[in-house]
């Protein structure tokens, strides 16, 4: 079993900086791809940036030049550093895991353990 605790969520102003940390418990280990993503009410998980294979890293769009996903100290931490935020990154951020390779990395079904989430606000 796996548990997943983010941290580290807040309020921001535009253009300014926040750094997310997800911290997993149990039998995590190197076979678990882990990711983030948002919520926003009404709308289901969207995905932020993730880990592949042998620690590629990958991001949305959006945030493609902003992010940078990367392990925080030991295996089974990632963090989330997100620059020149912008309102539209206000949501409810999940820190996600499941056992590599995840197909379809940003797509919120195909990971099977979740953080309880840390809200963001960007105003």
């Known amino acids: 079993h796996v548990q997943l605790v983010e941290s580290g969520g807040g309020s921001v102003q535009p253009g300014g900086s926040l750094r997310l940390t997800c911290v997993a418990r149990?039998?995590?280990?190197?076979?678990?791809?882990m990711g983030w993503f948002r919520q926003v009410p009404g709308n289901d998980r969207a995905g932020v940036a993730a880990?592949?294979?042998?620690?590629?890293?990958h991001y949305v769009p959006a945030v493609k030049g902003r992010a940078t996903i990367s392990r925080a100290g030991a295996k089974n931490a990632v963090s989330l550093q997100l620059d020149n935020v912008k309102p539209e990154d206000t949501g409810v951020y999940y820190c996600?895991?499941?056992?590599?390779?995840?197909?379809?990395?940003?797509?919120?079904?195909?990971?099977?353990?979740w953080g309880q989430g840390t809200q963001v606000t960007v105003s």
């Open positions: 996600a895991a499941d056992i590599c390779p995840v197909i379809q990395r940003f797509l919120s079904t195909n990971y099977v353990y």
């Open positions: 880990f592949g294979r042998e620690d590629s890293t």
């Open positions: 149990g039998a995590m280990d190197s076979r678990y791809c």
